[in-house]
């Protein structure tokens, strides 16, 4: 029988909250909804990931062609377009009227005419900025050669002017940054339909009637954590396929480097996402304590929607001063915690005690949520059909 | 262990919602060994009650009692209850589901699993052990509502109409699974509207109404406090025929047979003589009230 599949409950009694979360495992890895949407996810990301990569593949390199004169201008021109960040391959052309059949097919970007020192360039539609300097400067350099100089006097001549930053960006580089926030966003979103699985869950038991019978048996708090563990370790596990899934596809078309991520700092984010979810998902589960059909979940857990899209847009007001009085004293609230303090602790130096501070309140609260939600939960049971207000829930005379 | 521990004791409980009274101020126990049938109108507060005995409900006042001690928690996980509104999860498995049920009650999961099959193929169904519960018709999701109940050896049975739309055979198991549990040791109370079935099968039976007890007792017990009926055949007589006897007031005719009641210390032979001074008598026979009976009086004096 598949009842050993997890390698417990043989001649053990479990804990309820056990019972209840492998309960939620297996059935959620039985439905088919659920297998056939995490396959579904897969699908989408590595095809998404493979169809961004041939589109960027498109736009690179520029094709530059020279012909006559102007082919002297190829070496200067490679070195000046590689020091302006432009990807160009350069192209002798024999024939201009060829070349500009070429430019005007799309075979070819760039055709450059003329001598070093007065070439003339042909596009199609636009040409890049950065490649049109870069031919200016090769020309320039091309005319003062031309002028007698030598190549160390136009070099010291052409030379970019140094910038000096009196606030140079923190020591952790943008590309963390970039990373540890887009990973901040997606998980965000994951957080908000693990939410609401667990608020379907919820109201499971009301919307079955098989609550009369659990409610005998196992305390509600203990029922609402068990679902909120089965469900998240469900989720975590469809995270891992679909994440794993996206990293591989990404490692295999080079679409983007791979973020070298330190292992402290994936390891804070996967300890944030976990405080984010427990959090999210009680509060969650607690407002889904006051329905009792499937069709009201949706409008009781829309302010915890709402609460979340907040966190997810302080993130930008409060991100250009990450040790500003808003981040610093946002990143310790427990709605916000999750997001900001990631996002801080991957941008800036946060002070430990900081980090400290809002793990303890973020956890505090997810303590509270739950017995919060169990109270609420047990006083509406038997209320069935009609919305509880909240404040009767939380007093118990829901009971009467 | 002895009959008089073991004893469910249901103690002054009341319980209002809002305006209305569900139940006032009501006493009664179910001994050990015991079936106890509770009988009463809809909304007399059968369910109320149950669901108070379990703690899904908190009670205005009173306490519900267990072996001597007020029923905490722990005492609440041994009872095996079958809720008015029907609930298991529809989408899992039969076998999986009382197994789990099991587990939750504090069982090991081989000791569960060993249970679950145990009842499964005493109500009949170890054929749909792996189905789904809702691929099962209504009667065979009520047998497994049932082995719900069943499945973790409980010590107290509390079951809210146990037998509504069950089949004849389906009954039988279950009275006989009733008995049994109670022969065990185990007080088992249950609710019914089937008053030939409550008095077939209980032990003693306590009718509800308005939420008060307003019988309790062994069905003979109830009888007592009722009134005599006899039936008599008399097809000489003129029709209509009274009798003329004091304290004897005619019920109901039937072709010639006349049921007559007889108020508490009349003599039936005088009953008897007045038929035979019609002419020939061919039958007189003593009957008993059923429970039916009884209920509906119980019902009229406790309305008057």
Same mark, same amino acid.
């Given at each position: ?16 909250? @056990? !019972? ?24 989408? @990301?590595?095809?998404?990931?493979? &169809? ?13 062609? $020279? ?25 002798? +052309? ?17 055709? =450059? ?53 009196? %606030? ?24 908000? %339909? ?8 919820? *109201? ?7 609550? /009369?019978?659990?409610?005998?048996? +196992? ?28 990293? +591989? ?35 969650? &589960?607690?407002?889904? #304590? ?9 409008? &009781? ?27 610093? =004293? ?8 999750? +997001? ?53 829930? $939380? ?6 | 262990? #002895? ?25 009664? /126990? ?103 519960? %809702? ?42 699974? !009733? ?11 249950? #609710?019914?509207?089937? !008053?030939?079935?409550?008095?077939? !099968? ?42 003329? *006897? ?38 007189? /026979?003593?009957? /008993? ?16």
């Amino acid at each position: 029988m598949n009842a050993r599949s997890f390698g417990l409950g043989g001649t053990r009694r479990l804990p309820s909250i @056990v !019972l209840v979360a492998r309960r939620e495992i297996r059935m959620r890895l039985r439905s088919r909804v659920f297998v056939g949407g995490t396959i579904l996810m897969t699908i989408l @990301v590595v095809v998404g990931i493979v &169809a961004a990569s041939l589109l960027a593949g498109k736009t690179n390199p520029v094709r530059v062609g $020279f012909s006559g004169g102007s082919q002297a201008l190829e070496a200067t021109f490679t070195a000046s377009a590689t020091a302006l960040g432009a990807k160009v391959t350069v192209i002798d +052309i024999a024939d201009v009227t060829a070349g500009e059949a070429q430019v005007t097919a799309g075979t070819l970007d760039v055709l =450059v005419t003329g001598s070093a020192t007065a070439p003339t360039a042909v596009a199609k539609s636009a040409m890049a900025s950065n490649v049109e300097s870069a031919l200016s400067l090769a020309a320039e350099a091309a005319r003062l050669s031309d002028a007698g100089l030598s190549p160390v006097a136009i070099a010291s001549a052409m030379a970019l002017v140094p910038v000096q930053l009196l %606030q140079p960006p923190s020591a952790k580089d943008n590309e963390n940054l970039f990373a540890s926030l887009a990973l901040g966003i997606v998980l965000w979103i994951a957080l908000g %339909q693990y939410g609401n699985m667990v608020a379907q869950g919820v *109201v499971e038991e009301k919307a079955t009637r098989i609550m /009369e019978i659990l409610l005998a048996t +196992i305390r509600p708090s203990r029922l609402l954590a068990g679902k909120v563990i089965g469900i998240g370790l469900v989720g975590l596990l469809q995270l891992t396929i679909v994440g794993g899934a996206a990293l +591989i596809a990404v490692a295999a078309t080079n679409v983007a480097p791979i973020p070298a991520l330190g292992v402290a700092s994936i390891l804070m984010d996967i300890l944030w996402f976990l405080l984010g979810f427990l959090f999210y998902a009680t509060a969650y &589960a607690a407002v889904a #304590s006051l329905v009792s059909r499937q069709e009201e979940v949706q409008s &009781a857990v829309a302010p915890i929607g709402i609460l979340q899209i907040a966190a997810y847009l302080l993130v930008y007001v409060a991100l250009p001063n990450p040790s500003g009085p808003l981040a610093t =004293v946002c990143s310790l609230l427990p709605p916000f915690a999750p +997001i900001l303090m990631a996002v801080r602790m991957a941008d800036t130096d946060v002070p430990s005690w900081q980090v400290g501070l809002a793990a303890a309140l973020t956890l505090a609260s997810i303590v509270g949520l739950t017995w919060l939600a169990g109270r609420i939960y047990g006083n509406t049971a038997m209320r069935l059909g009609t919305r509880v207000r909240f404040m009767d829930a $939380f007093r118990g005379n829901a009971r009467g | 262990m #002895s009959d008089d521990v073991r004893t469910l004791e249901i103690d002054h409980i009341s319980k209002r919602y809002r305006q209305t009274v569900a139940v006032d101020d009501l006493t009664f /126990e179910i001994h050990a060994g015991e079936v106890f049938g509770f009988v009463g109108r809809n909304g007399a507060g059968k369910t109320t009650t149950m669901r108070i005995v379990l703690g899904v409900l908190g009670a205005d006042a009173g306490e519900v009692r267990f072996d001597g001690r007020p029923l905490d928690f722990a005492t609440r996980r041994r009872i095996g209850y079958m809720p008015e509104e029907r609930g298991l999860y529809p989408k899992m498995h039969v076998a999986e589901q009382l197994t789990y049920l099991g587990e939750l009650h504090g069982m090991t999961g081989a000791d569960a699993r060993a249970a679950a099959r145990s009842w499964l193929e005493r109500f009949g169904l170890a054929d749909r052990r792996d189905a789904e519960l %809702q691929a099962l018709s209504l009667g065979n999701q009520q047998r497994v509502q049932l082995a719900a109940a069943l499945v973790f050896g409980p010590d107290v049975l509390v079951l809210d109409e146990p037998f509504a739309g069950l089949d004849p055979v389906a009954v039988d198991v279950m009275a006989d699974v !009733l008995r049994e549990r109670a022969d065990a040791g185990v007080p088992v109370i249950f #609710s019914s509207h089937e !008053l030939e079935l409550v008095e077939r !099968l209980c032990d003693r039976v306590g009718i509800i109404e308005r939420g008060h007890m307003v019988a309790c007792g062994t069905v003979d017990e109830l009888r007592a406090g009722g009134l005599e009926r006899r039936w008599i055949d008399v097809p000489a007589a003129p029709d209509p025929w009274e009798a003329d *006897v004091p304290g004897v007031r005619l019920l109901r005719t039937d072709g010639t047979r006349r049921l007559f009641e007889l108020d508490p210390g009349v003599d039936d032979q005088a009953l008897l003589q007045a038929g035979l001074a019609t002419g020939a008598v061919r039958e007189f /026979e003593r009957v /008993e009230p059923t429970l039916g009976e009884i209920f509906r009086n119980v019902i009229d004096e406790a309305a008057a």
